[in-house]
Structures are given as structure tokens and as C-alpha cells.
């Protein structure tokens, strides 16, 4: 499966099927973490239920200091 | 206390998270301001390096109000954006609107400004606007129904100071919502002449994170905020053309 995810073009495995598992492959240790998911915003209650499909656009979006 | 909506704070110094040394001199450097409101903003993650610096690693955020910024947004499209990609995160529900109109000089766009205040309300943010000291601007956000006014001292991170005091009082004493100068500012000086305008607060960051001692400097602008606010609330003398004796006049001739 082909994922674009924050830019850049990403092949997984088809083991990952939601954006809970994109998250854990990626990101494990990062819990502040926010998704936005082919231009829709995910609440993180919605994670493990949004299925990922070949083609789909992620962007993983975090806090960073500023002012 | 300084309230924002529906929230109040005891502390009105508003700190950024923004070019610490290192997490632990932030860690301090926020402990010292006695700050309750962080600012933030919201990137990109690097996604294939996993041992970049994680913000929320040393602070206890539950402890703070988070003011995530839009910074990094031209449009007021891309400022909404980012307020609710912040908004998801479940962590905050203020959002400081910075839409930049000028890449040389940081300052905002007001045209863009007024478009993502007006559109984040309707979505019910709380929302405090960073904007230029023009004082219309500043009435026409308040009209929109901003809860707070930022308006900058000087462009962001120049350690210019207050540049505009006239305009600062004029937004000051027009508005019914807090004032919270924001961007510019360098020295404790610079915080206490705001205050003494009647600012209801102030936001910095680079003048605490540049400084050689951050955690001195936080501590600085935390007593600087309070001396201003003090001396504001207590009013000052009038100016006079010549000297007045402190002491009596009576019983100098022993």
C-alpha cells in the first residue's frame, strides 16, 4: 500500500489498517500527536476506527515551541 | 487577575516556547516566569526522525492554559487550518491568530486577520489576535468579538521594544477586552512601560529564550509585569516644571 504522509510517499505493509497502526509504525513514543486525514481533521477518538487506504494523504501534525 | 473568556489567570505575563538552549532551560525558564498560559505552535512532523525534541517531554502541560499560534500561516484559510488541527489535539481551546503579511518583517496581515478571527468565533475558539498597534484594527477585532487584543510592540523577535506608545494607549484605553502586548519586546523596561499604559498582559518569548540567562531573565519579566501592573493600578504622580521638596520646610533653623 502507498501512503502520501507529510509529503512524502511512504510504502506499508497491509497489516496497517487504520491510522492508529500508521501512528504506531511512525510515531509510537509521540502521544500529542494530531492527524489529519485526505483534508479531514481527526478527533483521537477517531484513530483506530479511520480505516487507511492505497492512495490516501496523512499529514501528522505536532506542538513545537513558538510564540 | 487577567481574564480571557471564561478564563482567569493570576499571572499576566504570557510565555513562548520557542529557541530555548534546551528543554531543561525552558523547563526552568517557565518555572521561573510563574507563567499559566504556554504558547505553542503546530508543525509538520518529521516522521523518519524519531529523536527529535519533544516539546511536552519536561513540562507538565495539565499545570498551563496552551495558546497554540497559527504562525507559519499567510492566509486566513491556513490560519483556520492550523487552529483546528491544534483544536484535535484535545489539549486547548484558545488559539493565538498570527497571519503573517510580510516575510521581511513578520508583520501581520490585518485583511487576513480579520477573516480567520471572525471565521475561528464562529466556530467558538477563543481567540486572541496578534496584530499590528493600529488602533481601527484593533476596534473593528473587538467588534468581531475577540476576546484579547495582541497588539506588538515592534516585529516579532527584533528586541525593538515599544516603538508606539501612543497607538498602545489609544488600543488600551478604547478596549473592553485585554490587551496583551505581544512581539518586540526586549528588556524588563520595555514590559514595565506597557504595563504602566495599562496593558492586561504581556506575551514574549525570544527576549526570555535569546537572552544568555533565560532562567534569570523569566524570573525578570515575571517581577517586571508586576512592578508595571502595580504601578499602574496605584497611578502616578503629574509631572511638574520645577522641584518640590520632599522634606518640610518648616523647623529647618534649629
Redesign the interface.
Known amino acids: 500500500m502507498e501512503l502520501l ?4 510517499t511512504v510504502q506499508l505493509s497491509n497489516n496497517i489498517t487504520t491510522v492508529s497502526d500508521v501512528i504506531d509504525y ?2 509510537p ?2 502521544p ?5 486525514h485526505n483534508g479531514n ?4 477518538e477517531n484513530h483506530s476506527t479511520v480505516n487507511v487506504k492505497d492512495g490516501d494523504k496523512i ?9 | 487577575m487577567l481574564t480571557i473568556g471564561n478564563k482567569s489567570f493570576h499571572s499576566r505575563l504570557l510565555l513562548g516556547t520557542g529557541k530555548y538552549p534546551d528543554v531543561n532551560v525552558q523547563k526552568q525558564a517557565v518555572d521561573a516566569s510563574e507563567t499559566e498560559i504556554l504558547t505553542f505552535s503546530v508543525r509538520r512532523m518529521d516522521i523518519f526522525e524519531s529523536s527529535q525534541p519533544n516539546l511536552l517531554e519536561k513540562i507538565s502541560i495539565s499545570n498551563y492554559d496552551l495558546l497554540p499560534n497559527t504562525a507559519g500561516a499567510y492566509t486566513a484559510e491556513e490560519a483556520v487550518r492550523t487552529a483546528k488541527l491544534a483544536y484535535a489535539s484535545g489539549l486547548c481551546d484558545m488559539i493565538k491568530v498570527e497571519v503573517i503579511g510580510d516575510k521581511k518583517s513578520l508583520l501581520p496581515d490585518p485583511v487576513e486577520t480579520l477573516k480567520a478571527t471572525e471565521e475561528l468565533l464562529k466556530e467558538g475558539f477563543i481567540v486572541l489576535p496578534y496584530t499590528s498597534d493600529d488602533v481601527v484594527l484593533a476596534r473593528k477585532l473587538e467588534e468581531l468579538g475577540a476576546h484579547a487584543i495582541m497588539p506588538g510592540a515592534s516585529p516579532i523577535g527584533s528586541g525593538q521594544g515599544i516603538i508606539n506608545p501612543l497607538n498602545l494607549s489609544l488600543i488600551i484605553e478604547q478596549s473592553h477586552v485585554p490587551v496583551i502586548v505581544d512581539a518586540g519586546i526586549r528588556s524588563p523596561q520595555d514590559v514595565v512601560t506597557a504595563m504602566e499604559l495599562g496593558a492586561d498582559g504581556i506575551l514574549l518569548n525570544t527576549a526570555v529564550s535569546g537572552s544568555p540567562d533565560p532562567v534569570k531573565m523569566a524570573e525578570a519579566m515575571k517581577l517586571a509585569v508586576q512592578s508595571g501592573r502595580l504601578g499602574f493600578e496605584a497611578g502616578k504622580i503629574p509631572k511638574k516644571r520645577y522641584a518640590t521638596a520632599s522634606s518640610p520646610e518648616e523647623g529647618i533653623s534649629f
Open positions: 504522509i507529510n509529503g512524502t511512525f510515531i513514543d509521540r500529542a500527536v494530531v492527524v489529519e481533521i481527526l478527533t483521537k499529514e501528522l501534525v505536532n506542538f513545537v515551541g513558538g510564540g
